[in-house]
């Protein structure tokens, strides 16, 4: 079992990225798919999450209206559209195939995101 992020980078503020979550070993859409972020000295927290069945998608306040989740069922794969970017954005990027960090059991190694101002 393996989740595999990409998509990261260097952008600036008000600039868009997509990240990328492929799995391998189980089928992703069968399971809940969250997206988390760590940045430098904090936590790890929740950015949103997108259900399994009904596919109905959550997202942390301080991303909505600017964060996309999405998924792929043939590929595997489970995307996070950024727009907007803001420097608080920054950090790196996780997918669990969980909706909350408790109760992941699967992770990805993270992408890092970086947003200049």
């Known amino acids: 079992v393996q989740l595999v992020e990409s998509g990261g980078g260097l952008v600036q503020a008000g600039g868009s990225l997509r990240l990328s979550c492929i799995a391998s070993g189980f089928t992703f859409n069968d399971y809940a798919r969250g997206w988390f972020r760590q940045a430098p000295g904090k936590e790890r927290e929740a950015v949103g999450c997108?259900?399994?069945?009904?596919?109905?998608?959550y997202y942390t306040d301080s991303v909505k209206g600017r964060f996309t989740i999405s998924s792929d069922r043939a590929k595997n794969t489970v995307y996070l559209q950024m727009n907007s970017l803001k420097p608080e954005d920054t950090g790196v990027y996780y997918c669990?195939?969980?909706?909350?960090?408790?109760?992941?059991?699967?992770w990805g190694q993270g992408t890092q995101v970086t947003v200049s101002s």
């Open positions: 669990a195939d969980a909706c909350t960090a408790i109760a992941g059991d699967y």
């Open positions: 997108i259900n399994s069945g009904d596919g109905s998608t």
